[in-house]
Every structure is written in C-alpha cells, then in structure tokens.
Nanobody, 121 residues
Framework: QVQVVESGGGLMQTGGSLRLSCAVSGDIFRVNTMAWFRQAPGKRRELVAL???????NYSDSAKGRFSIWRVDAERSMYLQLNSLKPEDTAVYYC???????????????WGQGTLVAVSS
C-alpha cells in the first residue's frame, strides 16, 4: 500500500505565509508526478501546482508568483510554500501523488486526507 500524509495547514491573516508538506510512504518503486490541489467550500477541487519526476513545475494562474512547489526525492516528500495569502486561498489542500508500486509493479494515484488553510481578512 501507499500512504500520503499532508501537514502544515492553519489559520493565517491576509498577507501571511504557510508551508505545506506532503510525505509519501509504502511499497514504492518510484514517485512520479506530485501535485497540490485545493477545494474551497462549495467549489470544485482545483489544481494548484504540480511537479513531475524531472522537477518540472506548473502552477495555476492564482498560484503563480505567490506559491512555490518543490520536492525532495530522497525523503519522498513535497512542499508548497504559500506567500502573500489571500482570503480566497481558504480551502482544504490535498496532496496527490502518482506512484509506481513495487509489488504489483503498477501505477497508482493516491490522495492525502487534506489539510485546511484558512485566511482571514
């Protein structure tokens, strides 16, 4: 099995910063693309940022210039630095990971349980 656990959410004021972490564990051959999604109350889940196996990154328009994603392969972890937070960033942030398992040797996509980021005005 593969487990994904997020941490680092919290309550911040407008303009503040947070760092989210995502840790992956289990019977893993390789971690492929890793991504952060978010879901605000009453809205659909949306992609915030992703980083692939080659560390190529991609950001949503709302994240560009404010958020930064990176990964530490040796730790099987991923991070999202959120700067200049706005009330509209309030959401549950989810880690999504594409993994090739050891046995059976197949690709699976795993979600974490989410971590809440709340930004007050």
């Amino acid at each position: 099995q593969v487990q994904v656990v997020e941490s680092g959410g919290g309550l911040m004021q407008t303009g503040g910063s947070l760092r989210l972490s995502c840790a992956v564990s289990g019977d893993i051959f390789r971690v492929n693309t890793m991504a952060w999604f978010r879901q605000a109350p009453g809205k659909r889940r949306e992609l915030v940022a992703l980083i692939d196996y080659n560390h190529t990154t991609n950001y949503s328009d709302s994240a560009k210039g404010r958020f930064s994603i990176w990964r530490v392969d040796a730790e099987r972890s991923m991070y999202l630095q959120l700067n200049s937070l706005k009330p509209e960033d309030t959401a549950v942030y989810y880690c999504n990971v594409g993994v090739i398992r050891l046995l059976p040797h197949k690709y699976v996509e795993v979600w974490g349980q989410g971590t809440l980021v709340a930004v007050s005005s």
